[in-house]
């Protein structure tokens, strides 16, 4: 009993087993950080306190880092026309190397002279083509487009190429940019399916996006080329923008008059034209 009393009296004038306890209460945060060093303890006295860091949400945003950007930029579109080359292999190769455009959707059409065959999903262009598809897209024209959603919201409606079926053939369109006057071309719409007495069957707008709009304008002119229709409308159309678009036998391409967006144009060695947003 007695030996117990006076290591209890030892302990608590700073004696030898709880001396390094009471040293560090005495030694406020000073002696605590002492022995949190010698303990192996991860307290740190003194270090700056962190700001809290945002979450990421898989958004492709530019939010947690602006200088450290995401891919992003704003759509890619492709088209080829070759009579000797596997043209639906072209354009995923095409849409591939374009992926950093854009990569909420992927699509393509291939026209054979007599029919269009549009395929397009949500998603990466390794994604939506599969080897079965692309087999089945047989033709000698074709354009792609990998959609970045500027103008409307991203569900499959406003994938594109979109597709139209007017009195003369098809009609398939990739878009790159931002219309200006959307509101103006849509009455032209309708003022030139007013004057041409058709009704307006396969006109009616399936997505919220301004690309439809411009197929639409395209497709109102039963009694006229797509070359001639194009001519027609195009200058109309405000905003920056590059277009590839096509019926059952020939690619088109435009771009506004300031060229803001880019487009290119090249030829293959066997024959045959691409365009693309880049080289």
Sequence with gaps: GSTTTKRKQRESRGGSPGAS???A???GLGGLARRGVAGGASLHVGAPRLHPVA???GMLTHELDPHDQGPQDACGVFGVWARDEDVAKLTYFGLYALQHRGQESAGMAVSDGHQTLVFKEMGLVSQVFTEGALASLRGHVAIGHCRYSTTGSSVWANAQPTFRAPATGHLALGHNGNLTN???LAVRVAEAELKSGALPLGTAMHSTSDTELLTALL???PGESMLQAAVDELPHVRGAFSLVFMDDTTMYAARDAQGIRPLVIGRLE?????????S
């Design 21 to 23: 306890g009471a040293t």
């Design 25 to 27: 209460a005495r030694g």
């Design 55 to 57: 979450r990421g949400d």
């Design 182 to 184: 959307t509101h103006d």
């Design 219 to 221: 497709a109102a002119h």
């Design 270 to 278: 066997r024959g045959g034209w691409v365009v693309a947003s880049e």
